[in-house]
């Protein structure tokens, strides 16, 4: 098992950027993949990117791909999502995932962070 903790959210205008981090306690964060996922008011939680264990590889949803990018620092047990270009749509609370392979689907991560809110004003 594995705590984490997301941080770096909050409130930008459309067309800002934020780095959110999700830093992680013990010392086998590098065996573990990680993956972003949101959930906006009313909506169910949706996949935004993945990474696997040693960055080799990375996946992310249509809707963030070419705007949002996933990366580890695996000396530091943080992952991060760089967020450029951000949209009203893209309002949601961000949640940090762990788990042993690197996928899209949320029930194959096995812990969660609490989650941060980001807000996109228009």
């Known amino acids: 098992q594995v705590q984490l903790a997301e941080s770096g959210g909050g409130l930008v205008q459309a067309g800002g950027s934020l780095r959110l981090s999700c830093a992680a306690s013990?010392?086998?964060?590098?065996?573990?993949?990680m993956g972003w996922f949101r959930q906006a008011p009313g909506k169910e939680r949706e996949f935004v990117a993945a990474?696997?264990?040693?960055?080799?590889?990375?996946y992310y949803a249509d809707s963030v791909k070419g705007r949002f990018t996933i990366s580890r620092d695996n000396a530091k047990n943080t992952v991060y999502l760089q967020m450029n270009s951000l949209k009203p749509e893209d309002t949601a609370v961000y949640y940090c995932?762990?788990?042993?392979?690197?996928?899209?689907?949320?029930?194959?991560?096995?812990?969660w962070g609490q989650g941060t809110q980001v807000t996109v004003s228009s």
């Open positions: 990474i696997s264990r040693s960055a080799g590889n990375t």
């Open positions: 995932a762990a788990g042993p392979v690197v996928t899209t689907t949320s029930g194959m991560y096995d812990d």
């Open positions: 013990g010392r086998t964060f590098s065996t573990y993949a």
